[in-house]
Nanobody, 116 residues
Framework: QVLVVESGGGLVQPGESLRLSCVVS????????MGWYRQAPGKQRELVAD???????NYLDSVKGRFTISRDNAKNTLYLQMNSLKPEDTAVYYC??????????WGQGTQVTVSS
């Protein structure tokens, strides 16, 4: 069973940076395609970035050049480095498999608020 714990969110001003982390339980993390998702108030959850087990990454157009997804298979940890944050990046950020687990499981997420 895969469980995830996200952390690293917070309140920042526009232009600042945050690094999100997601610890994934289980011994198969290195084999999984993983993704960072976000859900803003009143909006549907969207995929922000994903990364293959070989390290190939894809990004939502609006975050390209600002966000970087990475993984440390030895630590079962997924990261999202977010630079030049904008108010429209405000959302709860989640990590999950890509595509998400079929059983509907999601972690508690971590809140990112970008505001002056």
């Amino acid at each position: 069973q895969v469980l995830v714990v996200e952390s690293g969110g917070g309140l920042v001003q526009p232009g600042e940076s945050l690094r999100l982390s997601c610890v994934v339980s289980g011994s198969i993390f290195r084999l999984l395609v993983m993704g960072w998702y976000r859900q803003a108030p009143g909006k549907q959850r969207e995929l922000v970035a994903d990364i293959s087990n070989g390290g190939r990454a894809n990004y939502l157009d609006s975050v390209k050049g600002r966000f970087t997804i990475s993984r440390d298979n030895a630590k079962n940890t997924l990261y999202l480095q977010m630079n030049s944050l904008k108010p429209e990046d405000t959302a709860v950020y989640y990590c999950n498999l890509r595509p998400p687990l079929a059983n509907g499981y999601w972690g508690q997420g971590t809140q990112v608020t970008v505001s002056s």
